[in-house]
């Protein structure tokens, strides 16, 4: 029997929060849907949890894998999934108890293809329950608009898939699957080729998800060939629109400033990269200021701070400087925030 939505949950040892996780979805005021949750080979108690709570309801649809990553986790559950709509959720984090009621009626009385709500970041989900609950807000219509992939982006709907519904139709119709090879941004790739595909895209400014931040976040992990996997996936971003008609000269443009954009991240795994000594960082970095695809987008950032303006004359040791002081100091907050 097909369901509404498909919530889907890639779990990787994450016993702390995973039953805080699964309760706020099964409490959901909106009850046609799944809860497809993939183990991802954890070696903690979370296959121990997600047994219990398969047990307590049917609407739980449980997988246990080999360890293969979020992003194949996630195509994983996309697969196995029976919705009209797909949402995802991470295994840390909350939904607020309206959040599919609220963003599947858009989806009905908008007839939308995708909707996404905002969200609230902490290291406590008191601070998601403390919200004013007796807001209103207005739903923002987003395809009517002119350059709506741009306004998607501006309203921070591009980067978390977590955030959004979506429907199944146009996903498999498209063949959009998460990029296995691609650890850390897989979310932005995915929501643009979406953006793209879908005719009608809605935007409830209302905090209905919690991402839940702690020490183990991607931006603080290493990840090995960034800078390759981010040029070969907007690559793969055009060749897509490309392919399905979808470009145009602004698109264009706005691949090329974007992925300028992500230098701050691309700088970071170079210095964080544990094979390379000192002088083979600093080949690595005046690689990437080298390259031509991010030069022209750093021609189209208006307001360049400081790592873009380092890059931009590539003043490769004080970029080296200018990044190691930024991770120093990012690690020392985050561990004085979850302390």
Same mark, same amino acid.
Not at 31 to 36: C, M, R
């Given at each position: 029997m097909r369901v509404k939505v498909s919530v889907i949950m890639p779990v990787y040892n994450c016993? +702390? *929060?995973? %039953? !805080?996780?699964?309760k706020s979805v099964l409490a959901q005021t909106f009850? !046609? $849907?799944?809860?497809?949750i993939i183990d991802d080979g954890s070696k903690d108690k979370s296959r121990k949890i997600i047994e219990e709570y398969s047990l307590k309801d049917t609407r739980i649809k449980a997988f246990y894998n080999e360890n293969h990553g979020v992003s194949f986790t996630r195509n994983y559950g996309i697969d196995h999934a029976s919705g009209e709509y797909i949402a995802f959720i991470d295994a840390d984090d909350i939904y607020d108890n309206k959040y599919l009621e609220e963003m599947f009626s858009v989806i009905i009385n908008e007839d939308a293809d995708l909707v996404c709500c905002d969200l609230i970041m902490g290291y406590n989900a008191n601070t998601f329950d403390a919200q004013d609950k007796n807001l209103k807000y207005n739903t923002i219509c987003i395809s009517n608009e002119k350059n709506s992939f741009k306004r %998607? &982006? !501006?309203l921070g709907m591009g980067i978390s898939a977590s955030t959004k519904i979506f429907s199944t139709e146009l996903i498999n119709k498209y063949s959009i699957r998460f990029n296995e090879k691609l650890s850390y941004g897989e979310d932005? $790739? $995915?929501?643009w080729k979406m953006f793209l595909v879908s005719k009608n895209i809605f935007y409830i400014p209302e905090k209905l998800y919690f991402y839940r931040l702690s020490g183990d976040t991607a931006v603080l992990r290493y990840h090995d060939s960034l800078y390759e996997k981010y040029k070969n996936s907007y690559r793969d971003m055009l060749d897509f629109a490309e392919e399905n008609s979808l470009n145009d000269e602004y698109f264009c443009s706005y691949l090329n400033m974007n992925f300028s954009q992500r230098l701050p991240s691309i700088l970071k795994m170079e210095l964080k990269n544990p094979n390379n000594h000192f002088f083979d960082k600093l080949k690595r970095i005046k690689m990437v200021c080298d390259d031509n695809q991010i030069r022209e987008g750093l021609e189209n950032i208006t307001k360049k701070q400081? &790592? *873009? +303006?380092? %890059? *931009?004359k590539k003043s490769v040791y004080k970029l080296y400087f200018y990044i190691y002081y930024q991770n120093l100091r990012t690690k020392i907050v985050r561990k004085i925030k979850s302390n």
């Open positions: 016993e +702390k *929060y995973l %039953a !805080d996780s699964i009850t !046609d $849907f799944e809860l497809i %998607a &982006i !501006d932005m $790739f $995915f929501c400081t &790592i *873009y +303006k380092l %890059a *931009y």
